[in-house]
T-cell receptor, first 111, second 116 residues
Framework: SQELEQSPQSLIVQEGKNLTINCTSSKTLYGLYWYKQKYGEGLIFLMMLQKGGEEKSHEKITAKLDEKKQQSSLHITASQPSHAGIYLCGAAEDSNYQLIWGAGTKLIIKP | KAGVTQTPRYLIKTRGQQVTLSCSPISGHRSVSWYQQTPGQGLQFLFEYFSETQRNKGNFPGRFSGRQFSNSRSEMNVSTLELGDSALYLC???????????????FGQGTRLTVV
């Protein structure tokens, strides 16, 4: 069962538009990971956030972790077809090493 | 540096058989975690090995087992396969800092297991 709430479940966006995906927990998180997955393949690491208020960017993708470390957002600017895929957030709720996962957000980019 | 390598990429097995999957982590990573991914259940944690010791386990039956070798390579074994074991099995290679905080986690391409 999924313990991280990820929204939306799916998203269809016109190429060139911006979009945001959210990942929420009721508990404080010890490290928040964002990954992208193409169908049937492994997860590609995007970013990891650890500190409250932290923000990281890579190319046109920006991820933020809120001050309470309970919510993260992934923002894509000027979306491209290469951004299509499933975005997953993963996090450790405590120091027992196990990562929990969101259900994923399926992103489709319309040309 | 080389990424996480999982072998084989695809497997077809018959109910009742057993299967062994392999994962070679990134050099220097001592942690290997295994996950089962299915369309209905998403990513489900199986277990984590660190320095040859299993230190965390998910809610899977005892048919699912694993081990880690001194070179950090890990194997996962599933015995008495059931149709419901058909899934993508992913392993993740992780690095921890001196404060036992996971600082990075990279996944392999996965092994697609089909049980018929």
């Amino acid at each position: 069962s999924q313990e991280l709430e990820q929204s939306p479940q799916s998203l269809i966006v016109q190429e060139g538009k911006n979009l945001t995906i959210n990942c929420t927990s009721s508990k404080t998180l010890y490290g928040l990971y964002w990954y992208k997955q193409k169908y049937g393949e492994g997860l590609i690491f995007l970013m990891m956030l650890q500190k409250g208020g932290e923000e990281k960017s890579h190319e046109k993708i920006t991820a933020k972790l809120d001050e309470k470390k309970q919510q993260s957002s992934l923002h894509i600017t000027a979306s491209q077809p290469s951004h299509a895929g499933i975005y997953l957030c993963g996090a450790a709720e405590d120091s027992n090493y196990q990562l929990i996962w969101g259900a994923g957000t399926k992103l489709i980019i319309k040309p | 540096k080389a990424g996480v390598t999982q072998t084989p990429r695809y497997l077809i097995k018959t109910r009742g058989q057993q299967v062994t999957l392999s994962c070679s982590p990134i050099s220097g990573h001592r942690s290997v975690s295994w996950y089962q991914q299915t369309p209905g259940q998403g990513l489900q944690f199986l277990f984590e090995y660190f320095s040859e010791t299993q230190r965390n386990k998910g809610n899977f039956p005892g048919r699912f087992s694993g081990r880690q070798f001194s070179n950090s390579r890990s194997e996962m074994n599933v015995s008495t396969l059931e149709l419901g074991d058909s899934a993508l099995y992913l392993c993740a290679s992780s690095l921890y800092n001196t404060r036992e905080v996971r600082t990075e986690a990279f996944f392999g391409q996965g092994t697609r297991l089909t049980v018929v």
